[in-house]
T-cell receptor
Framework: DADVTQTPRNRITKTGKRIMLECSQT?????MYWYRQDPGLGLRLIYY???????NKGEISDGYSVSRQAQAKFSLSLESAIPNQTALYFC?????????????FGEGSRLTVL | GQNIDQPTEMTATEGAIVQINCTYQ??????LFWYQQHAGEAPTFLSY??LDGLEEKGRFSSFLSRSKGYSYLLLKELQMKDSASYLC??????????WGAGTKLIIKP
């Protein structure tokens, strides 16, 4: 089984719908991240959390929200999806200290908003 | 602003050597990372440089020059399975990763 699991892997939805992407991990890491990846662009950070009570906005948080339900679970919500949120979304985890840049990614969730 | 530059695409021949360059301008520096991403898959960690010089790991090596804001990833004895995108990322002074757009490497027989 994968250490970082994302659900759903693929989702097609309509403009205005609420969508939740879920992430769970068995790495035992405190730090969790949500990124989106678009063709021709680098990974862009949406939100990150360094522990259960810690939530931080990333580079592109507008239109998104997150919840850190437990050390192992970090979910991303789109309250009212719009077409330009069509992208590949990755959840990632990392250890702290000098290893904090070594990220472990989930397999990705491909979201299409029509 | 912060910026990571790397070539969009490169082509190389199986068995050969290829060097993928990365230049960066960031607010502070706390390490440079290379990741490999096969099409449709998640990125996976390849290497980490925080001091100047060359780090070797099997067929892959990564070099860093902090004064020049420059790194390269060197892949030797190329195999078809090395066809992938290679992502350069720099950790800035706030310990945030800044990502390049990636270099798509195409290996030809």
């Amino acid at each position: 089984d994968a250490d970082v699991t994302q659900t759903p892997r693929n989702r097609i939805t309509k403009t205005g719908k609420r969508i939740m992407l879920e992430c769970s991990q068995t790495k035992g890491h405190d730090r969790m991240y949500w990124y989106r990846q678009d063709p021709g662009l680098g990974l862009r950070l949406i939100y990150y959390s360094f522990d259960v009570k810690d939530i931080n906005k990333g580079e592109i948080s507008d239109g998104y929200s997150v919840s850190r339900q437990a050390q192992a679970k970090f979910s991303l919500s789109l309250e009212s999806a719009i077409p330009n949120q069509t992208a590949l979304y990755f959840c990632a985890t990392s250890d702290h200290g000098q290893h904090t840049g070594e990220l472990f990614f989930g397999e990705g969730s491909r979201l299409t908003v029509l | 602003g912060q910026n990571i530059d790397q070539p969009t695409e490169m082509t190389a021949t199986e068995g050969a050597i290829v060097q993928i360059n990365c230049t960066y301008q960031t607010s502070g520096f706390n390490g440079l990372f290379w990741y490999q991403q096969h099409a449709g898959e998640a990125p996976t960690f390849l290497s980490y440089n925080v001091l100047d010089g060359l780090e070797e790991k099997g067929r892959f090596s990564s070099f860093l020059s902090r004064s020049k804001g420059y790194s390269y990833l060197l892949l030797k004895e190329l195999q078809m399975k090395d066809s992938a995108s290679y992502l350069c990322a720099v950790m800035d002074s706030n310990y945030q990763l800044i990502w390049g757009a990636g270099t798509k490497l195409i290996i030809k027989p």
